[in-house]
């Protein structure tokens, strides 16, 4: 492995390489792959990009710092950096780094899932993969990334391995093509990392933290007082992401937090049915239903009559 030989040489291969390739519902844009060599002390501002940034240190170490936490990454560690995360870098003289960097970003395939569905149906991807591969979404996969933990990882799956065999293969001079695809085999490893990372937390949490945490998501949605509920309020008031909080809550009561708001909000649409002065619009609005026509159609299908119905079988049983 010749570091500097492969940066002189291969800069015109590696931007070429840049650019998106289409995989399942996702389609991946490689922003930048860079090698990296320092050869003196240096700082690199805080700052955040809109783009997903993965640091593999070679040999050497550097410091990061992620929001507020500093965390020094040794040689054959590496870290992620979702889009919109603070952070910043100290290059040390005493033992300078040298490492690879890649940039990338992702969508959706046009006329596939969007992102908001895509991020609450992504809840249990690891359990559904696990029964049924086939229906498994690579863009529900790399969304899982946008909450990676900030710090450095011990390499235990293989990446330096990848790493090599990507600048190897482009000093062969295969195509950008082959190239990306070797690419996204890493994002399938840094996506499976992420599934081992949150069960191990899980697996590790007492029992009374666990519950607490319930606790607290089953008290914020039953306290609305007819208000429409916010979900992303509720993350950010316990210091999560919405995607983390739905994936914790679906795997420690097997519900999603969108199923648990329809279960509170149609069971305080059944309290208001009995008030024959509201309207079935204002049912709707007060329960939190963003509109009469989801609302209906959620009734329906949870109590096999529509809203209307259900109000005339109420007055007629207590009549």
């Excluded at 940066?7 to 840049?18: G, H, M, T, V």
């Excluded at 959620?298 to 209307?308: D, I, Q, R, T, W």
Aim: a neutral charge.
């Amino acid at each position: 492995m010749d570091l500097r030989k492969w940066r002189n040489e291969l800069a015109p291969q590696l931007n070429k390489i840049c650019g998106e390739i289409a995989v399942g519902d996702a389609v991946v844009d490689w922003v930048d792959i860079v090698i990296e060599q320092t050869g003196g002390s240096g700082k690199c501002p805080p700052h955040a990009h809109t783009w997903y940034e993965f640091n593999y240190v070679l040999s050497g170490r550097m410091q990061t710092r992620f929001i507020d936490q500093d965390v020094m990454v040794y040689a054959d560690e590496f870290f992620l950096i979702p889009p919109g995360m603070t952070h910043a870098h100290d290059y040390s003289r005493e033992d300078p780094h040298e490492g690879i960097c890649l940039r990338w970003r992702f969508r959706t395939m046009a006329g596939t899932l969007d992102e908001e569905t895509a991020g609450e149906t992504a809840n249990n991807w690891a359990q559904n993969k696990a029964a049924k591969p086939e229906n498994d979404s690579f863009f529900r996969r790399l969304n899982r990334l946008k909450d990676w933990p900030p710090g450095a990882y011990r390499d235990d799956y293989g990446i330096r391995s990848l790493l090599i065999q990507l600048f190897t293969e482009a000093e062969k001079g295969r195509s950008p093509f082959y190239l990306r695809l070797l690419l996204v085999q890493l994002l399938e490893v840094l996506s499976g990392v992420t599934a081992i990372h949150e069960a191990s937390v899980l697996a590790s949490e007492p029992a009374q933290a666990r519950d607490a945490l319930l606790r607290k998501v089953e008290v914020y949605l039953e306290d609305f007082r007819g208000e429409r509920l916010n979900v992303e309020a509720l993350a950010a008031s316990l210091h999560m992401s919405y995607g983390h909080l739905s994936r914790v809550y679906k795997q420690k009561t097997g519900r999603t937090l969108i199923e648990e708001m329809n279960r509170i909000r149609l069971a305080k649409a059944c309290e208001l049915l009995q008030q024959p002065s509201l309207l079935i619009k204002e049912v709707a609005e007060q329960a939190g239903f963003p509109d009469i026509y989801y609302f209906s159609k959620a009734f329906k299908k949870k109590y096999g009559v529509s809203p209307l119905a259900y109000r005339k079988q109420q007055i007629n049983r207590l009549s």
